[in-house]
């Protein structure tokens, strides 16, 4: 969540760089989201709707009166499910359209250099073995099904450089 947060707060939150200009219209899914809310503006709105839908119980069999993050992990589950296939509707936000922002969001900061907020440890680079920021693996680059023999380094280096420091 810290990557979002800080996505949220920065340039990609208030837009900047992207096209924020009338008509909005709903287009193919390859244009992407066509509104003139911001990111941080549709995150704000579609969280406030999710939790009016979890508190209401709407078209769910989730107990009416909790707020998303009060929710079982079942529930949840239950909640995003419903998002994701369209069947979750939220007032005046396009649920499903938000569901795949969220998810994307999520993807970019699972695997984003971990100065950025997220990828905490390197986790997601170990999981894939992806080397990180490192000066040089041009001899591993072919070598396919072969895992990468050290461990990834973010652009602010590796813990183990910085004497003292995690």
């Keep these: ?70 929710l079982a992990p079942e529930e949840q589950d239950e909640v995003l499910h419903g998002l994701e296939g369209g069947t979750v509707h939220l007032s005046e936000v396009d649920g499903k359209q938000f569901f795949t922002t969220l998810l994307k969001d999520m993807q970019d900061g699972f695997f984003a250099d971990p100065i950025y907020g997220g990828n905490r440890d390197m986790c997601a680079w170990k999981m894939i073995g992806f080397p990180g920021a490192r000066y040089d693996y041009r001899d591993w680059v072919s070598r396919h099904n072969e895992r990468y023999p050290l461990p990834p380094v973010s652009i602010a280096g590796r813990a183990d450089w910085t004497p003292g420091k995690r």
Aim: proline share 6%.
């Design 1 to 70: 969540m810290v990557f979002l947060d800080r996505q949220l707060a920065g340039a990609y939150g208030s837009a900047e760089g992207l096209y924020d200009r009338a008509p909005f219209i709903q287009g193919v899914e390859e244009q992407g989201p066509q509104s003139s809310k911001t990111p941080a503006q549709t995150y704000r709105a579609a969280l406030q709707a999710l939790d009016q839908y979890c508190r209401e119980g709407r078209e769910s069999g989730i107990p009416r009166g909790k707020r998303f993050a009060e």
